[in-house]
């Protein structure tokens, strides 16, 4: 792709800048409510209050550096904004560091509110961190390659993200099967509540592969403007929902099921 060809118009700049914006402002606020809602659950179920506040950190400070390489990589020239002489192409690469640090433990974090401890605990836990961790390493290395990039190559984006999708259905599989043993522990609201977590993660977590795809559209005459406002947008709001709205889904549950147990011990 030759340079004048990352030109982008003032809303396509603007649309990108604002969903950055939006995103990392969304994990300040989530940031907040887990550190003032967390005691509102028993002590068993507060880890997972804990990781996500880590995740908010991780999220908002990475998010607001792929907001400053979209920023500091365009300049307007009185028309639209160009990308500017000498200046590092934004990437996505922020995001995958942030989901290295962040995808482990949204996966860990669900097993402190469904109840799995001991043994099976451990065993989930070093599943979901290695395949959460090889799934983001194996994308990032694809997307090094995706169209549009300088260096692209669509054989080694495809093979490297076929790779990163064997693990993401696996992590699928083993997520599935936890919400499933947590429902089976929980009675009333919690259950309800808890149950409808799965299809919240079914539905954020497949809108990365789409994102991940989406620059193949350049190969069929979309432009790069178009293709980058779409992308950002659907991660950012797979991000939202995989993090902030899964983070207070699993903390609404966790305080409901600590109703019911002080009911039941009163």
């Given at each position: ?18 969903i ?7 994990m300040a ?18 880890m ?8 908010m950190?991780s999220a ?8 400053m ?6 300049a307007f020239?009185g028309q ?34 469904a109840?799995?401890?001991g ?11 290695v ?14 390659y995706?169209?549009?990039r300088?260096?692209?190559?669509v054989?080694?984006?495809?093979v490297?993200?076929l790779?990163?999708?064997a693990f ?5 599989v083993?997520?599935s ?5 947590g ?6 609201p919690?259950?309800?509540?808890f ?5 919240l ?6 809108l990365?592969?789409i ?14 403007e ?6 950002q947008?659907?991660y950012t ?5 995989s ?5 207070i889904?699993l ?7 600590s109703e ?7």
């Amino acid at each position: 792709m030759q340079p004048e060809m990352f030109t982008i118009s003032v809303e396509a700049f603007e649309i990108v800048s604002h969903i950055l914006t939006l995103g990392y402002a969304s994990m300040a606020a989530a940031m907040l409510f887990f550190i003032l809602t967390k005691n509102d659950s028993l002590p068993q179920f507060r880890m997972s209050s804990v990781i996500s506040v880590v995740v908010m950190v991780s999220a908002l400070l990475l998010l607001y550096t792929q907001k400053m390489s979209w920023v500091n990589a365009y300049a307007f020239d009185g028309q639209a904004y160009s990308l500017k002489a000498g200046a590092d192409l934004f990437t996505n690469g922020y995001r995958y560091l942030n989901w290295l640090i962040d995808v482990p433990m949204l996966l860990i974090q669900i097993l402190f509110v469904a109840g799995i401890a001991g043994a099976a605990r451990t065993s989930y836990m070093t599943r979901f961190s290695v395949s959460g961790a090889l799934m983001i390493i194996t994308g990032y290395i694809g997307q090094f390659y995706e169209p549009g990039r300088i260096n692209e190559s669509v054989t080694l984006w495809a093979v490297w993200g076929l790779i990163s999708t064997a693990f993401f259905l696996y992590v699928l599989v083993l997520i599935s099967r936890v919400i499933k043993d947590g429902k089976s522990r929980m009675t009333g609201p919690p259950q309800k509540l808890f149950g409808a977590i799965l299809p919240l993660f079914y539905v954020a977590w497949w809108l990365y592969p789409i994102a991940y795809v989406a620059p193949i559209l350049m190969q069929a005459g979309v432009s790069y403007e178009l293709t980058v406002v779409g992308q950002q947008v659907i991660y950012t709001v797979a991000d939202i929902a995989s993090k902030v709205i899964y983070g207070i889904m699993l903390t609404a549950t966790a305080i409901m099921l600590s109703e019911q147990q002080v009911a039941k011990d009163a």
